[in-house]
């Protein structure tokens, strides 16, 4: 079966403008997260989609950081004002929440959209 | 606050040895697991191998093996028979059951590993 994707696969902006990432997570997936990863580091959790849960945004680091998911299927990140220190990978990655399992679940990522900020 | 350390900023091993990835975490947490994920330098994320904190063995998956050594919180990855393409960067992650993200996954800021042939 197909993976998660993501796209684009790399996004090169100006700073100041606006960039949306995409996310498709495996079908049937009802978890979500987003995470960030800087060059040469380990990943920053950004937000969690669960069902119709609301979402955690405890990671997000400012309000020009955004994101929304409809049911379990895609969902989309938006970056507004893009700034220099934006520039990054953005992984997203789902799993298959299961009762009496908490914690254990794999999540599968996606390839990543790298972001340059000029 | 969960805090997952690697201080093994890069590490070398001949092809067909075993190396050993080293990882401390903090929790307060009673309930965690632990995950170890290998990211080539293509960029995409590959589960690797899984260890609760209930578990009262070791984890094995093929040639990776988790050396989870509960009251010293270290959770090393083993990999025996290093293969040419076992080169890349390893990062070791715990998820929080408890949190109010479920399953969020903290990293720690992950190996380099080359095999040499």
């Known amino acids: 079966g197909a993976g998660v994707s993501q796209s684009p696969s790399n996004k090169v902006t100006e700073k100041g403008k606006d960039v949306e990432l995409r996310c498709d997570p495996i079908?049937?997936?009802?978890?979500l997260y987003w995470y960030r990863q800087r060059l040469g580091q380990g990943l920053e959790f950004l937000i969690y989609f669960q069902g119709n849960s609301a979402p955690d945004k405890s990671g997000l680091p400012s309000d020009r950081f955004s994101a929304e998911r409809t049911g379990e299927s895609v969902s989309t990140l938006t970056i507004q004002r893009t700034q220099q220190e934006d520039s990054a990978v953005y992984l997203c990655?789902?799993?298959?929440?299961?009762?009496?399992?908490?914690?254990?679940?794999?999540?599968?990522f996606g390839p990543g959209t790298r972001l340059l900020v000029l | 606050a969960q805090k997952i350390t690697q201080t093994q900023p890069g590490m070398f091993v001949q092809e067909k040895e075993a190396v050993t990835l080293d990882c401390t975490y903090d929790t307060s947490d009673p309930s965690y697991g632990l995950f170890w994920y290998k990211q080539p330098s293509s960029g995409e994320m590959i589960f690797l191998i899984y260890q609760g904190s209930y578990d009262q063995q070791n984890a094995t998956e093929g040639r990776y093996s988790l050396n989870f050594q509960k009251a010293r919180k270290s959770a090393n990855l083993v990999i025996s028979a290093s293969q040419l393409g076992d080169s890349a960067m390893y990062f070791c992650?715990?998820?929080?059951?408890?949190?109010?993200?479920?399953?969020?996954?903290?990293f720690g800021q992950g190996t380099i590993l080359t095999v040499h042939p």
């Open positions: 990655a789902s799993s298959l929440r299961v009762e009496g399992l908490a914690g254990a679940e794999t999540q599968y």
């Open positions: 992650a715990m998820s929080d059951p408890g949190g109010t993200s479920y399953g969020k996954l903290t």
């Open positions: 079908s049937g997936h009802t978890a």
